[in-house]
């Protein structure tokens, strides 16, 4: 049981170049989640699904877009990518929509140059 | 506007001391709220959590405790222990889609 998976674990990208970060999860949860961390700004909730075949925007989702691949998979999507996105990418679940805890994964740090 | 505050960025403990880690909020329809504790290069991981319908919960050696009209929680580490050090998020969420809204985070460092 692996919990919340996370590829790739580092990325360098140049200005508007594009590209997808995986998550996965075997929890058989039904919400996924994806933040980003930066420096004291904690974690801001990019985007969201609370069930599958659902997509909703959070607190910064500007320059993203995502996939609910299946119930297992969430996919996030940097079409042109700029130097404000660097950060630290963290993708989430949770067994439901209710109040309860969500599970992280390793987290992806990508750098935008 | 930041729904959710830790306005100490760090707390520095001596090992077997109490640590109090503190946040406050502004939106009203909070009415869950949870610790996680992230070490680096790590994903957080959950720690504890309160409903509104409580005022306290407590696990081992950590204690939440919530004060609903001063829109204030806070952890409470008694003992601390030098493995406790790492940032600690608090986070609410208000039963929409399972939403949370993170603060800032506090590095705790707990000193031997």
């Known amino acids: 049981n692996a919990g919340v998976t996370q590829t790739p674990k580092f990325q360098v990208l140049k200005t508007g170049q594009s590209m997808t970060l995986q998550c996965a999860q075997d929890?058989?949860?039904?919400?996924m989640y994806w933040y980003r961390q930066d420096p004291g700004m904690g974690l801001r909730l990019i985007y969201y699904?609370?069930?599958?075949?659902?997509?909703d925007k959070g607190e910064v989702p500007n320059g993203y877009n995502v996939s609910r691949l299946n119930k297992r998979e969430f996919s996030l999507r940097l079409e042109s990518a700029a130097p404000s996105q660097t950060s630290v990418y963290f993708c989430a679940s949770k067994r439901t929509r209710q109040n309860d805890e969500q599970y992280f994964g390793p987290g992806t740090r990508l750098t935008v140059t | 506007d930041q729904q959710v505050k830790q306005n100490s960025p760090s707390l520095s403990v001596q090992e077997g001391r109490i640590s109090i880690l503190n946040c406050d909020y502004t939106?009203?329809?909070?009415?869950?709220f949870l610790w996680y504790k992230k070490y680096p290069a790590e994903g957080p991981t959950f720690l504890i959590s309160?409903?509104?319908?409580?005022d306290k919960n407590e696990d081992g050696r950590f204690t939440v405790f919530l004060n609903k009209s001063a829109k204030h929680l806070s952890l409470h580490i008694v003992p601390s222990q030098p493995g406790d050090s790492a940032v600690y998020f608090c986070?609410?969420?208000?039963?929409?889609?399972?939403?949370?809204?993170f603060g800032q985070g506090t590095e705790l460092s707990v000193k031997p």
């Open positions: 929890m058989n949860h039904n919400s």
């Open positions: 939106n009203s329809m909070f009415d869950y």
């Open positions: 986070a609410a969420g208000d039963n929409q889609g399972g939403k949370l809204i």
């Open positions: 309160i409903s509104s319908i409580k």
């Open positions: 699904s609370a069930s599958e075949g659902t997509t």
